[in-house]
């Protein structure tokens, strides 16, 4: 079974809206530093190491999904609960729940690949299979 992270955020006022409600791509920030988070707190090496022994340059994202169920506001703290809720042979849904205390803010599942640069063109990028070593680091 996955692992399970807690990333926690301190709500700014300048990530809010002139209603002083957080702005949603706000919520996505944090679920990007959440997800790398994750694979750090699993013992995986951070990009810019991996990028050199590897050639793996991150896990960018390929789709998203998200509901938003109830607003925060600046001063409040939030705390993202992140963990790997699906492995395939390339892509891995990441599930992360957003919560302040017991209240569920709003969860986002992301899709994403462990990528190399493309051998053939350096503008593109490729999804590599899921390293074996790094899915039973984080428990998958
Ligand atoms: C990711 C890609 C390289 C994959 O292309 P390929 O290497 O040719 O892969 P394939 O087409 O063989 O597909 C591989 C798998 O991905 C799946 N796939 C491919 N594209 C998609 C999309 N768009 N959605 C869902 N699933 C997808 C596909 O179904 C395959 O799944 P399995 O059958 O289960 O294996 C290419 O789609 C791409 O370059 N997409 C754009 C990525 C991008 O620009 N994302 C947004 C910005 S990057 C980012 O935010 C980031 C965050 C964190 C980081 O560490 C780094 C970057």
Redesign the pocket.
């Known amino acids: 079974m996955s692992k399970t992270t807690v990333f926690e955020v301190e709500v700014m006022f300048g990530d809010c809206d002139p209603a002083g409600i957080v702005f949603f791509p706000n919520f996505h920030k944090w679920m990007?530093a959440a997800?790398?988070h994750f694979f750090v707190q699993c013992g995986v090496p951070p990009?810019r190491e991996l990028v050199k022994t590897r050639g793996i340059?991150?896990?960018?994202?390929?789709?998203v999904h998200t509901q938003f169920y109830k607003p925060a506001t600046y001063g409040q703290r939030l705390q993202v609960h992140t963990c790997v809720q699906t492995w395939?042979?390339?892509?891995f849904i990441q599930h992360h729940q957003v919560r302040r205390g017991e209240d569920v803010l709003c969860e986002g599942r992301e899709?994403?690949?462990f990528?190399i640069r493309?051998p053939d063109d350096p503008d593109?990028?490729?999804?590599i299979p899921i390293p074996a070593d790094i899915r039973a680091q984080c428990g998958g």
């Open positions: 990007d997800s790398l990009w340059i991150g896990t960018p994202l390929l789709e395939r042979d390339k892509v899709t994403r690949a990528c493309h593109r990028i490729k999804a």
